[in-house]
């Protein structure tokens, strides 16, 4: 069993940043995949970024060039740094745990971007 808990969201005005943070807990093995997903009001979930143990990254396009993902493997801690925020990056947002056919959940936190 793995646990993730999640900190980080609020409320920020556009073009403003938040920094996320996942700390995984229970039994953590090597060769993961950590990651962030977020869920807007009516929408389905969607994959914002994901990084490997070994520090592989993939970006969703709608936030290349904003945000950046990075983990400390001693800490089983990821990361999420949201830059140039928008108004559209509203969401609960996920932390991820995938390794093999084990999948799991973070309780989410909630990202609010608005004037």
């Known amino acids: 069993q793995v646990q993730l808990v999640e900190s980080g969201g609020g409320l920020v005005q556009p073009g403003g940043s938040l920094t996320l943070s996942c700390v995984a807990s229970?039994?953590?093995?090597?060769?993961?995949?950590m990651g962030w997903y977020r869920q807007a009001p009516g929408k389905q979930r969607e994959l914002v970024a994901t990084?490997?143990?070994?520090?592989?990254?993939n970006l969703a396009d709608s936030v290349k060039g904003r945000f950046t993902i990075s983990r400390d493997n001693a800490k089983s801690t990821v990361y999420l740094q949201m830059n140039s925020l928008k108004p559209e990056d509203t969401a609960v947002y996920y932390c991820?745990?995938?390794?093999?056919?084990?999948?799991?959940w973070g309780q989410g936190t909630q990202v609010t971007v608005s004037s």
């Open positions: 991820n745990y995938n390794r093999g056919l084990s999948t799991y």
């Open positions: 990084i490997t143990s070994g520090g592989r990254t």
């Open positions: 229970g039994t953590i093995f090597g060769g993961n995949v």
